[in-house]
C-alpha cells in the first residue's frame, strides 16, 4: 500500500529540492479553520465550518523582489 504524504509533508519535500540562485527565497504556507455560529430572528443557525490553504513566495534578488500567492491548496 503506498504512503500518503501529508499536504504540508509533499510542499516540506517540493521546497526542498528546489534550486536557485537569487539572494533569497522564502515560501510560508498557510492553513486555517474555521467555525462560525450565528443566530438570526433569535433562531441559532447550523455551524459553519470552513478551510482554507494558500502560499507564497517571495523572491529578493540583484535589488528586486518578487511575489507570488495561491490561495488554491
Not at 478551510?51 to 511575489?67: F, H, K
Amino acid at each position: 500500500m503506498p504512503i500518503t504524504l501529508s499536504l504540508s509533508e509533499r510542499i516540506h519535500t517540493a521546497a526542498r529540492q528546489l534550486q536557485s540562485h537569487a539572494e533569497f527565497w522564502s515560501l510560508r504556507v498557510v492553513s486555517r479553520r474555521d467555525t462560525e455560529l450565528g443566530v438570526r430572528s433569535g433562531v441559532a443557525e447550523p455551524p459553519r465550518i470552513g478551510a482554507d490553504t494558500g502560499a507564497m513566495l517571495t523572491v529578493v534578488d540583484r535589488g528586486g523582489i518578487g511575489y507570488s500567492a495561491t490561495a488554491d491548496l
